[in-house]
């Protein structure tokens, strides 16, 4: 498992850094239990009718971040223990994939298997690169002071917050729909890489939001545009024509 496979906090951001491809199904070990303000060695030793939270050395699933909703899922032991993931945080650093047991014993050193559902993350993926497309759009719109102030990333929708100085008259919403519904309507292919912060930050029209604290290497996530290309001529305008976003989603 190589590191831009593993899912890490960034301590003191609000922003994860993660590649998720190919990781529906991850081997991990139980690195704690927790319920009610205390850890403990077995699941035996909690209160059965009440969730607790599971910590593994290593996980594929999305803890709620950045707008973008949890993943959900199963930690499972083959045949002895199934603990159902209905919610996934962060707390003081550590994913804590909370829910409860259906079956079986979970005991801390257990070998596991996580597997978040796709089904689920599907839709939210595909709703998180809409906020991409959308931020796009509105800059191309209303003008390069607009700033992302926040986001909703569900399975059903998204909400994209946003500053501006005014309302947005009828013509303006109908081009901003246009732009976001011709690339999607384009399959426009979607690329991500990690890239050193100050590399990044040279790319024209990058949108990051505003007051965040980006980690160093960051993954740059492009609609349009390879990044591979784009590293070979970091300056070129012609990058403002693509959807280029520091990103930890998925």
């Known amino acids: 498992m190589t ?42 030793e909690l209160s059965a009718d009440a969730p607790f939270g599971v910590i593994l050395d290593k996980t594929n699933f999305y803890a709620e971040q950045g707008g ?12 002895k223990a199934e603990f159902k993931v209905e919610d996934v945080q962060v707390f003081n650093g550590y994913v804590l994939h909370i829910g409860r047991l259906e079956e079986g014993e979970l005991k801390v050193g257990d070998e596991v298997v996580s597997t978040y559902d796709e089904l689920r993350r599907w839709p939210i993926r595909n709703n998180h690169t809409g906020t991409h497309i959308l931020n796009y759009a509105l ?37 901003i729909e246009d732009i976001s519904n011709d690339w999607i309507k384009k399959a426009t292919p979607v690329y991500s890489k990690e890239m050193s912060l100050a590399e990044a930050q040279k790319i024209p029209g990058l949108r ?3 007051g965040e604290a980006y980690p160093d290497p ?11 290309e784009i590293q070979k001529n ?6 403002r024509g693509a959807s ?3 990103c930890g989603g998925t």
Do not use: C, M
């Open 3 to 44: 590191r831009s496979n593993l899912v890490r906090l960034i301590p003191k951001t609000s922003f994860w850094y993660a590649d998720y491809t190919g990781l529906e199904d991850v081997k991990a070990t139980i690195k704690g239990l927790y319920q009610s303000s205390k850890f403990v060695s077995s699941s035996s």
């Open 244 to 246: 280029i976003e520091f």
């Open 68 to 79: 973008q909703e949890n993943d959900t899922g199963v930690i499972t032991i083959d045949g």
């Open 208 to 210: 990051a939001v505003f």
């Open 234 to 239: 970091l300056e070129d305008t012609k990058w």
């Open 139 to 175: 800059r191309e719109v209303l003008g390069d002071h607009i700033d992302q102030k926040g986001s909703l990333v569900a399975p059903t929708k998204l909400r994209f917050d946003f500053s501006h100085n005014k309302s947005i008259d009828a013509a303006q919403l109908t081009k």
């Open 218 to 228: 960051v993954r740059v996530v492009s609609i349009g545009a390879p990044l591979e």
